[in-house]
């Protein structure tokens, strides 16, 4: 069976969030997404980030009764930062012979040489990067044609590339909602309603933890 992972702050978790799990869920034939939400995100500030528990809860209540989306507090079992290759060295072991496809938006995959040990993630995981009407894959060809110039190709699909003969880079086009962690901050803040933009029992659970809430 096939694991999708999609890391994050989800801070908080939002509809946006669920609709991409199961895009990657349904259309690249996984076994199953977990959400695993960051302790200490490493490339963004703390201030205003939820308690790590209360973003476990909510997206526990956010998957529940939703077949092949599930949530990990892995990382939040580390008193550290949470780097992305230290993840997926644990999941490798906690999931032999199953195989991972590690699933981010184009932005954040550009990102990629700026992460910790970020040549080690081509050992550890294939990717899903997710993107809008094709317009990225040009950009993702030219990151992997600058870093991997003998070791990468194109499908004979266009769908995707292949690095070192075994890791695959798969491009996932799907519909963007345009909702945001900010957005939703920025709208509670303010006094507005969440509703429609968050998972039903997840604003519920923002309001009867509202001494924790910092923005």
């Known amino acids: 069976m096939s694991i999708g992972i999609l890391g994050g702050s989800f801070n908080p978790v939002h509809n946006g969030h669920l609709r991409l799990a199961l895009e990657a869920l349904e259309e690249m034939g996984l076994g199953r997404v977990d959400f695993v939400p960051a302790?200490?995100?490493?490339?963004?500030?703390?201030?205003?980030?939820?308690?790590?528990?209360?973003?476990?809860?909510?997206?526990?209540?956010?998957?529940s009764g939703v077949p092949g989306l599930e949530?990990?507090?892995?990382?939040?079992?580390?008193?550290?930062?949470?780097?992305?290759?230290?993840?997926?060295?644990?999941?490798?072991s906690l999931e032999p012979g199953r195989?991972?496809?590690?699933?981010?938006?184009?932005?954040?995959?550009?990102?990629?040489?700026?992460?910790?040990?970020?040549?080690?993630?081509f050992d550890l995981t294939n990717f899903?990067?997710?993107?809008?009407?094709?317009?990225?894959?040009?950009?993702?060809?030219?990151?992997l044609q600058d870093n991997f110039p003998e070791e990468f190709c194109r499908d004979n699909n266009g769908t995707g590339w292949t690095v070192f003969d075994a890791t695959r880079i798969l491009y996932l086009e799907i519909p963007?909602?345009?909702?945001?962690?900010?957005?939703?901050?920025?709208?509670?803040?303010?006094g507005r309603s969440l509703k429609y933009?968050?998972?039903?029992?997840?604003?519920?659970?923002?309001?009867?933890?509202?001494?924790?809430?910092?923005?």
């Open 39 to 63: 302790l200490y995100p490493p490339h963004k500030s703390s201030d205003f980030l939820l308690p790590f528990d209360l973003r476990y809860r909510m997206l526990r209540q956010a998957v």
């Open 71 to 92: 949530v990990s507090d892995l990382e939040g079992k580390r008193n550290a930062p949470s780097y992305t290759v230290d993840t997926l060295q644990e999941y490798r």
């Open 99 to 121: 195989k991972i496809f590690f699933i981010l938006g184009c932005n954040d995959f550009l990102t990629l040489p700026h992460w910790q040990n970020w040549l080690k993630l």
């Open 197 to 215: 933009l968050l998972p039903e029992g997840v604003e519920s659970l923002l309001y009867e933890n509202r001494e924790e809430i910092a923005w």
């Open 128 to 143: 899903i990067v997710v993107g809008r009407l094709g317009l990225e894959k040009e950009q993702i060809q030219e990151l």
């Open 176 to 190: 963007r909602l345009e909702i945001s962690s900010t957005l939703v901050r920025s709208k509670w803040s303010r």
